[in-house]
Structure formats: structure tokens, C-alpha cells
């Protein structure tokens, strides 16, 4: 039997090509989780858990996800079968509750080293996939409405991106209905826009902005108001004219029924580690599928790990009515991974080696790791 002998974590620091302007707060770089998971037949796998602005979006935090696994998770399933991620992921529920981006990177690195093992990708381990690409969406967040055209027409014109998402929420909503109106003007039918609010509304605000940002050419509102009021996100979206897309409000399989059964939404965003792990994101899928729910496959803004991870099963998703967001490496100025990811026209092709089928690049991995030899001298002789 191959066991799963060591779970190493490391904390990556990766700064942004630009600022990211979201409503809660602003990103100037983007820290990493990696984890290696290393197998008695000398076989390893690789995960990633990543969130957005420390604790400002989800509840887990980097540092926390590293203390969570170096000090819970691995334990429990050090030892165990490691061609059962299954089992494994198991043990985990039962033991630990929620840390779903924690166990999301194990439960990717438990089924990248399987993948390597047998020679299968993840998605195929995941039940197979029915496409090789992916349509991938841009962010446009500079803050400034002038610089996100100029983006917006740059990504056209290498025809990288042709659907934008606007961050919104962050200044009153005229400013921000004209923003968008100013974009949509600007590109046009070339292009998809649509906002994310990141429930910075409340219940009336949000009435008021819907109604708004329709009149201006807006194709669809993501989380206009707080995750947990699932009442009012139903109310908003019997009154909308364009679709309502859940994302802060999922967190699995579980909210995933809520959300379904109260008619909450026309669309999920679905996101490998706010569900728990890529089964349980299959599972928000299926519950999609059945309800007559739009999907939408979301990112936490993850580097090259996540994002194929995440890739691996959005691929196996009968339908994906709204493409994806995964664009989290070209957010970055370094790229961790040794093979150059493929974006072109509009999408992401998606890696068809064995398990995750890339690898991570170790001298990126050295020179970005928070604990690197010479960050340490510089930290002590600052302290000093
Ligand atoms: O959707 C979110 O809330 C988070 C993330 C995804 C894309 C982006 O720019 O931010
Ligand atoms: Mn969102």
C-alpha cells in the first residue's frame, strides 16, 4: 500500500501586477499556501490554498491554513491510504469542522500525487472531463475608470479576455453605475460586463443598483448583498432583469441546497475552495444542474496550482453557462510554475498529464517563500 508519509507547508508571497480594488479591501499581492504531499513510493503531490486580503473575505487565513494543516490535518492522515483520497478526505470531515481551503489543498494534492501514480489527470480521477478549455474572464479593478478601458481593450485585442467583471460596491452607487456605464459604452457589443459587489449593499441599495446597472448594459450582479441573507438575495432576484449570481454565500454542498431551494439566485459561482475540496464542488455543480441554476466556475484568485486544480474540475461540469474567472496567475508578476500556462482565445487550456500535469518551479518557490534565509537576516536586523 502507498501511504502518505509528510505534508510539508510553504507561505508564498507574490505581488500583484497591479492593485486589485475590491470592495473590502485592496490587493498589492496575493500570499500563497503550497502544500507537498509526499508518498512512500516517492511520489508528490502539490496543492494550494489561497484567499483574498488576509481575513478581509473569507475566514481562513493563510497563516492560518498553514497552522491548521502543520497542526490538525496532516496528523490525522499521515499513515493512511494515499490511493484513497476519498477515505482520506473522510477522516478530515469528520475530525475538523469547516477549514475548507485547507482541506481543499490537501484533498488537490492527495489526488495530483494519484494522478502521477497511475498517469491519469486529475480531471479523469474526477470522472472525466467533457471539454479541454476553459472561457476565462478579466478583472478589471484598477480603480480608475480610464486605465480599466485601456485594459479592457488591450485584453480584446490579444484576444486574452472578451468578458469583464467590475469590482463594485467600494464608492456610492452612482459613481459606480456610471463607471460601469462608461466601460459598457466603451467596448460595446465586443464584450460581457458584469459586477461584482462583494455584499457591500444593503437589501435597498441593491433594489436601486440592480434596477441601475441593467439600464446601462449590465449582464449580470455577483453577491450584491451579504452572503447569509438568502431571503433577500431571493427577493432581488424575482424583482431583477438580469441575473443574480451567488458567490459569498456558498460554501458547499450545504448552502448550495439552501440557496436552491429558496430560489436565491439565477447563477452560482462555484469555487473549489470555498465548497471544501473539488468533490464538493462537484456537488454544488450537480445541485446547480438539477435546480435549473446557472454555473459559473469562481476563483479565490489563486496562483497556477489552484487555478489548473480548479480548472481540472470545472472540465468535468456538463455545463458552464457563464465560463470562469481563471485568471488568478495573470494577476501575478511571477509565475510558479515551471510549464507557461495556455490563455488564448478568451480561454485556458487545460493540462491533459498525468495529475494536476505541472509542476512547481523550485527557484520561484525559493526566491518567493516568506521564510527565505535572507528575509529572515533582514527581519532579525530590522527587529534589532
Ligand atoms: O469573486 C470574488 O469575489 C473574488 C475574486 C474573483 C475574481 C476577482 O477579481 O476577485
Ligand atoms: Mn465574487
Redesign the pocket.
Known sequence: MVRVERIETILLDVPTIRP?V?AMATMRHQTLCIVRLHCSDGSVGIGEATT?AGLA?GEESPEGIKLAIDTYLAPLILGTDADRPGAAMQRLARAVVGNRFAKCAIETALFDALGRRTGLPVSELLGGRVRDRLPVLW?L?SGDTAQDITEAEDMLARRRHDCF?L?IGKRSIAEDVAHVGAIKRALGTKASVRV?V?MAWNEVEARRGIAMLADVGCDLV??PIAGSNVAGMARLRAAAAIPIMA??GLTGPASAHVHSSHAACDVF?IKIEQSGGLRAAQQVQTIADVSGIGVYG????EAGIGSIASAHAFVTFPKLDWGT?LFGPLLLTTEILQQPLDYSDFSLGVPAGPGLGIDLDEDAVSTLRRDRPARLFVDQAVGA
Open positions: 486589485h475590491l483574498i473575505y478583472t479593478a467583471k469590482k461584482d462583494n455577483e453577491q458567490d459569498e459561482a469562481g476563483t479565490m484568485l474567472e
